[in-house]
């Protein structure tokens, strides 16, 4: 079992930044490929940004390119999504999602584990 505890929401105005952690236990996510996604009110989850075990290979929705990154430390068992000019329609619950394989994976029923969530709100 991997759990995983979302950090780094909060309330921010439009333009600015925001970095979120995600910080597993339970086991090593070295051999994990990662996902962040979010869900607006009445809408689906959807992806954010992937990326693959080794960090080598990402994917970004149209949305958020040039604007976030998604990074990981597997010796800190951590990944990160960091959040530049931020726009009001990003507001969301974000969570981070892991899957045992070697490849990005970017559709959420492929995920295995998930997080709770954490709120981030962009104001205009």
């Known amino acids: 079992q991997v759990q995983l505890v979302e950090s780094g929401g909060g309330l921010v105005q439009a333009g600015g930044s925001l970095r979120l952690s995600c910080a597993a236990s339970?086991?090593?996510?070295?051999?994990?490929?990662m996902g962040w996604f979010r869900q607006a009110p009445g809408k689906e989850r959807e992806i954010v940004a992937a990326?693959?075990?080794?960090?080598?290979?990402?994917y970004y929705a149209d949305s958020v390119k040039g604007r976030f990154t998604i990074s990981r430390d597997n010796a800190k068992n951590t990944v990160y999504l960091q959040m530049n000019s931020l726009k009001p329609e990003d507001t969301a619950v974000y969570y981070c999602?892991?899957?045992?394989?070697?490849?990005?994976?970017?559709?959420?029923?492929?995920?295995?584990?998930w997080g709770q969530g954490t709120q981030v709100t962009v104001s205009s």
């Open positions: 990326i693959s075990w080794s960090g080598e290979r990402t």
């Open positions: 999602a892991a899957r045992h394989t070697l490849v990005v994976v970017t559709t959420p029923y492929e995920y295995d584990y």
């Open positions: 339970g086991r090593t996510i070295s051999t994990y490929a």
